[in-house]
């Protein structure tokens, strides 16, 4: 079993920044891959980024490229979303999940490669 917990969410305004977290405990070591979604109200939950183990590749969904910085602190068992130039599109509650496969970048943009979760943290963008 392995728990996610994340923090970090707020109201901020449109243009401000908020750092996510979300750390993991339990049965960690196998856990290869990393990722964030989001999911706005009467919407799917939806791929944000996602980071393999060893940082060998990271991927963003591109409404969020050059904004948005996602790692991980592997020592920590701990990954982080840096939210910059946040936009009232970005409202959600934002997700962690992990993944014990190898997955591709690719395959890492999809909700069923992802096998835990944590309960979410909501971010509010006001305009």
């Known amino acids: 079993q392995v728990q996610l917990v994340e923090s970090g969410g707020g109201l901020v305004q449109a243009g401000g920044s908020l750092r996510l977290s979300c750390a993991a405990s339990?049965?960690?070591?196998?856990?290869?891959?990393m990722g964030w979604f989001r999911q706005a109200p009467g919407k799917e939950r939806e791929f944000v980024a996602a980071?393999?183990?060893?940082?060998?590749?990271?991927n963003y969904r591109s409404s969020v490229t050059g904004r948005f910085t996602i790692s991980r602190d592997n020592a920590k068992n701990t990954v982080y979303l840096q939210m910059n130039r946040l936009k009232p599109e970005d409202t959600a509650v934002y997700y962690c999940g992990t993944s014990g496969r190898q997955l591709t970048a690719a395959q890492a943009m999809g909700v069923l490669a992802y096998d835990y979760w944590g309960q979410g943290t909501q971010v509010t963008v006001s305009s």
């Open positions: 980071i393999a183990r060893g940082a060998d590749w990271l």
């Open positions: 339990g049965r960690t070591l196998s856990r290869n891959v």
